[in-house]
């Protein structure tokens, strides 16, 4: 099994920003692609970004392109998701989530541990 933390929320200013962090422990950290996703009240949990084992490949949902940055530490088991210029709209719980393989997806059913996650709250 494999146990994911969230840390790094809060309450920010539109066009602020804040650096989430995703620590692992348990298996082996290095051979899961991992994600993040949020969820804001009384919407499904969406897609945000993505990063593979390497680091090498990721992917990000449009909404959050050119001002997030998902990046990954394998030495340190940890995850990181920079936000910068947040908006209102970013207001969610944004969640750590691995999947069992390799490779990258923007699909919520293809990942198999998720952490329990961490709140953001962009005010205006």
């Known amino acids: 099994q494999v146990q994911l933390v969230e840390s790094g929320g809060g309450l920010v200013q539109a066009g602020g920003s804040l650096r989430l962090s995703c620590v692992a422990s348990?298996?082996?950290?290095?051979?899961?692609?991992m994600g993040w996703f949020r969820q804001a009240p009384g919407k499904a949990r969406e897609f945000v970004a993505a990063?593979?084992?390497?680091?090498?490949?990721?992917i990000y949902a449009d909404a959050v392109k050119d001002r997030f940055t998902i990046s990954r530490d394998n030495a340190q088991n940890t995850v990181f998701l920079q936000m910068n210029d947040l908006k209102r709209e970013d207001t969610g719980v944004y969640y750590c989530?691995?999947?069992?393989?390799?490779?990258?997806?923007?699909?919520?059913?293809?990942?198999?541990?998720w952490g329990q996650g961490t709140q953001v709250t962009v005010s205006s």
């Open positions: 990063i593979s084992w390497t680091g090498g490949v990721k």
């Open positions: 989530a691995g999947r069992w393989t390799a490779t990258i997806s923007r699909d919520l059913s293809g990942y198999g541990f």
């Open positions: 348990g298996r082996t950290f290095g051979n899961y692609a």
